[in-house]
């Protein structure tokens, strides 16, 4: 076996393999078609889980529930007739839940986004006794993979005469 000659040096000997380039690196087809699949099933797992009106509408009602038993029933925002005529208020309201769910399907507007869903429901500032205005209610919600994010919340405290 021939030895390299003294003027050759160690690292010009060395295979060209393991001479890289930090500018022209590439990866390599496997890695790519990889990449590909992983964020193509990602966008699909997305677009699959995106969710519809009517689950937002679910979810809206549940919240609903909490913030109208919050409003009206913790904070005794109900003029004192009422709060003496409504023994349970808080089951009064939680019973109501599939048409506040209903109600926010009719107030809600959705830009679907293929993979998410931008859901803006705005409820309340309706008159519901003579001296009592229910509180508005704007909510921003982005639905992905299922889930609901609340983006933004806005209210008003209603008015009491």
């Known amino acids: 076996m021939a030895t390299p000659a003294a003027s050759v ?19 390599s087809p496997a890695t790519a ?12 797992a997305l677009a699959v889980t995106n969710p ?10 549940t919240q609903l529930v909490g913030l109208a038993t919050d409003e009206l029933c913790s904070q005794r925002t109900l ?16 019973d109501q ?16 986004l293929g993979v998410a869903s931008v859901f803006v429901t705005t409820v309340g500032g309706q008159d519901l006794l003579p001296t009592l205005r229910l509180p508005r209610y704007s909510v921003t919600t982005l639905g992905v993979a299922g889930r609901f994010l609340v983006l933004q919340t806005q209210s008003d405290s209603g008015d009491l005469e």
């Not at 839940?97 to 679907?112: K, P, Y």
């Open 9 to 27: 040096r160690i690292y010009q000997s060395a295979p060209q393999a393991l001479r890289t380039s930090s500018v022209h690196r590439r990866w």
């Open 33 to 44: 078609i990889a990449m590909a699949l992983l964020l193509g099933g990602s966008v699909t």
């Open 52 to 61: 519809t009106k009517e689950e937002y509408g679910a979810h809206a009602g």
């Open 79 to 94: 003029p004192l007739v009422l709060q003496l005529w409504i023994k349970d208020c808080p089951r009064l309201i939680a």
């Open 97 to 112: 839940e599939a048409a506040l769910a209903s109600l926010a399907n009719q107030f809600t507007r959705r830009w679907n």
